[in-house]
């Protein structure tokens, strides 16, 4: 599948797509308690399915560190799927697929990982994030 064919398969199953380039668009799906923005990405190798950003990270080092060693253990535990942190301190949870055979059932794959990895750990990431604001002595 090409980036195109890739995004027709999304609208023809109900996912809203803007187009902001050639080989980027943006969606969006409803969790338990948020609706979550991400974006699908095409380097001509691979499929990305990018929430970004998911959290942020604390200003405070220490919460931000604490945030940080859960992000890497969950990533043991997830399959298909990881988190990681930009230069802007932004968590990012992607999943990423070889475009190379890419068939729609995988794309549908890819989107389920990340609609449930999302969901699934928002209540706990999303208070980690926002602990710099809790007064530490």
């Known amino acids: 599948m090409n980036f195109d064919e890739i995004l027709a398969y999304l609208q023809s199953h109900g996912w809203p797509v803007e187009n ?3 080989n980027t668009a943006r969606s969006r799906f409803a969790g ?10 095409s380097d001509g190798n691979y499929l990305t399915l990018l929430c970004v950003p998911y959290v942020r990270l ?3 080092d220490k919460a931000a560190r604490k945030l940080m060693d859960r992000l890497l253990h969950l990533n043991h535990g997830l399959n298909m799927a ?3 942190v930009d230069d802007d301190g932004d968590v990012v949870l992607s999943v990423d697929y070889p475009l190379a055979d890419l068939q729609e ?3 549908r794959d890819a989107l389920d990982v990340l609609a449930y990895f999302a969901d699934k750990h928002w209540e706990e990431l999303s208070e980690l994030s926002v602990q710099s604001n809790v007064f530490e002595p």
Do not use: I, N
């Open 105 to 107: 059932t995988e794309v």
């Open 32 to 41: 338990t308690s948020r609706t979550f923005t991400f974006f699908v990405h």
């Open 58 to 60: 604390p200003a405070d």
């Open 20 to 22: 902001l380039s050639e």
């Open 82 to 84: 990881k988190f990681s």
